[in-house]
């Protein structure tokens, strides 16, 4: 995102969203005895949505104003290098800690993002949310490619419309191979409210606001089944809740009624999430279901803890940013020499 356009209360709420996440895969699995703090940390899985609704606003932002050749490479540098170099760290720790080894097949698939295309499974459990962000991003560039990203007013509401029909009937079946169908109310309410912040709340805005966030909190109650053992509607609507108070704070940062000023802390916490989201699960249990001979849980999970913000670090400082940093660049510099080479080539046949 522009330094310019930076809403630095994301950052910490994108932070907060991984960490909730993290405990929730260490702390509150069936075989844990963190009994009392698993009372909390089980609603951590509801970092996921948080994040769905927070990539909308981010990047419809990253979107507005560029082509589709710049959102695609700015897209790409954020979302792959980090994606590999995590990949190999999990791989490692698997194979050191229960000499588990994957095939170069699965691996190679896995770094495509797009192995559940072709039958691979995941290597790490949460890769299925950056398919998620995949299929959006895929979306948003060909609304760019095709210079139709700007008519919110018509896409929005095909988006929406096909959401509540999916969520009712079931149709069109083949929506998920596109957008995944459960998740995009949460991507609609932060493109809605980047749409707010830019041209208020008009009626559209409201209707797909309300719409899309009704929808959220319906297919939310349903999908803690599938993150919740057992749960009752108190949890569902406890869910609900949750989701739904992170939903008010980015539509008061979109709108200006909240900020916070930036600084190197809080700017590094937002550019550790990435990292720590994506190492802190299978690696992590990992380690801790290695050392459980020799460490008490308490002290296995908080060392884990420690470990991967350490690796995350390293990722974020020593591959994400010069790689994603080198990718822009060469990037930028790219059709440029093409258009030399291209004029070059054109001059010889002339000649």
Sequence with gaps: MPKENRFHILDLIRFFAAFAVMLYHLTARPESSFEVLEELTRFGFLGVPVFFMLSGFVIAISANGRTAYEFGVSRFARLYPGLWICIAITIGVIYLANGEVFSPYRVAANFTLLNDYIGQKNIDGVYWTLQTELKFYACIFLLVLFNVFHRFNVWLSAWTALSVVHAAIGEPWFMGWFITPVWSPFFIVGVALHHARKNGFGRFNIAILA????????????????FLSAPSIY???????????????????????ISIRGNRTIF???????????LHNK?????????????????????????VFVASYGVYRWVERPTGKAIKQYANRLPAAISRLSRLTLSKDRG
């Design 211 to 226: 719409t899309a966030s009704a929808l959220a909190a319906f297919n939310l109650f349903q999908a803690a089944d599938g």
């Design 235 to 257: 949890d569902r609507l406890v869910c609900v809740a949750i989701v739904a108070l992170a939903g008010v704070l980015l539509a008061m940062s979109a709108l200006g009624r």
């Design 268 to 278: 590094l916490a937002g550019a550790l999430t990435y990292p720590l989201y994506l």
């Design 283 to 307: 690696a992590g249990k990992a380690i801790i279901d290695a050392s459980a001979e020799r460490l008490p849980e308490w002290l296995a999970v908080s060392l884990t803890i420690g470990l």
